[in-house]
């Protein structure tokens, strides 16, 4: 630690940016949240009352980050508060222009890799668990219920804890070189490959599907009958295939306009 | 019923805190929180066999079907997190409720469909009630006025606010929401009983596996550099690894 931060206060911040989209509003985004996440730090750099409603007033401002990197953010903000404490030049404007910066350009290269890609690559890790384990024997605990859920938050936080946990040290130690900070996290180059494994465990997940699916069981067995649950099959497809095209960002609507479907095929049947 | 409610109200809560506060560890996807309410609701001993495999099914499309690619500012204001619970427990509750005048099997499909409609019907419903944790101007106005005046306890007595805030609306829309849609299952379900038959029940359920693949092949393949290449690949490693190990034909 070059300042007056210690590596507590920087931990205390870490754990406090879980917390940044408690206040979450249109007009100053995460703002509040982050002045909450940076207050350990300001109380340790300054120590008038005074001083630290200044500082925590220009840390409310507007700001829009992913909150999963929201502490590279924290810990680059703190160090030019430091240095500022310290008596380097180092206005307002300086500050809240570096902060904004480095937050957009983390939003950016963070949401695509966190939401756009790790997140649906858990849960469909999750589902294919279910696929690939056996159901268990009867009156046998069901284990699957534990394991997975558990491969979906492994496979997430796996990626993302790592961030959370050293961000706002990373921040905070790089502050004055936000280019190398930011090419060091491999951000893009990760989402290139989890891209892939995505794509990939898509393709694993509709063979295991299309093997589990126990056609016989619902019709009776006959192949006219099986036939049938092809009809719903494609429905269903169908239906998905418009909506998601038709109602980007919507897939509550589009999943009950498939139930919507099914329920005027299945009177039909 | 009292004590599962319970449970299922303090796990809504759990998990619409990590939604809204930015916790965002991922136990707001419907298959963790289906499956941890399947854990804490227990419908009775002699229903022990669905009591797991019911909630597992209910999370796992619900999870095919609720993932969007698009970015959470982007979507419409839907809460996932507590579809998972609410579906799942309105399924196990409701199924030694119904059994009696719904005595469907068909492996559980029945009260699969029932869990996956309560838990999307709960999720438009819960979006609207989420507006109630909205930040509004006020409370920004009050920060504004906390730090001016450099008093940082009551600013941050106004995050932690927050932070219950969120974890009440979450744990108040999982107990309505379980309350109304199992309401609305024990009173309307008997009346189509006859109407509830298993060849239905696996046409309902097929069109949501269908409507399901085809969006999670939106999430993870569409746009995707080399995603059919990728996908393809995905599915031949499969197909051969299943024929090497002998099970079930693809």
Redesign the interface.
Known sequence: MSGSIRRGDLARAASRCLHIQALLNPERMQGLGFGFAILPLLKRIYATREERGAALRRHIAYIATHPVLAGFVVGAAARLEERRAAGEPVSDAAIDTAKRALASTLAALGDPLFWVTLRPLAGLLGVITLLVLPPPDTGSPDFRVLLCPMLTLLTYNAVALPYRLFGVARGYADAERPAALLRSLHLAERNAVLERVSAFAFGAFLVLAGSKLDIGAVTGGSATQSALVVAPLLLGAIVGAVGVRAWSGRPVEVALAALAAACVLAAWV | MVAELIRVSLLGGLLATDR????????S????GA??A??LVNPGPEWE?WA??V???V??IL??????????A???P?D?AT?GIVGASVALLGLPRLHPSLAVS??G?LWVVIG??AG??S??LG?WFARLH????L??AR??AL??????AA??R???G??VR?FLVGAAWAWGGTILFLWAALSFLPRFSS?LT???A????????????????????RG????????????????FV?RGLG????
């Not at chain 2, 996807?29 to 963790?32: A, C, G, M, S």
């Not at chain 2, 730090?147 to 940082?152: F, H, K, N, P, V």
């Not at chain 2, 696996?202 to 393949?221: D, E, K, P, R, Y």
């Open positions: 809204a506060a930015g916790w965002n560890l991922m136990l996807q419907p298959l963790v499956c941890l399947g854990a066999l797991l495999r909630p597992i099914a999370g796992a999870q095919l079907l609720l993932t969007d690619v698009a970015l959470p982007a979507h419409r839907r996932t579809a068909a492996g499909i996956v409609a999307l019907l999720a438009v979006g909205r930040t509004g101007p409370t920004v920060a504004d730090a001016e005046a450099g008093d940082l600013f941050e106004l995050t932690w927050g932070l969120a109407a298993a060849r239905r696996g046409v309902l359920f097929a069109t949501l596996l269908g409507a399901a693949a085809v969006m999670a092949f939106h999430a993870h393949v995707r550099r080399h995603g059919t290449r990728w996908a393809a690949l995905g599915a031949l490693v499969t197909v299943i099970g079930v034909k693809p």
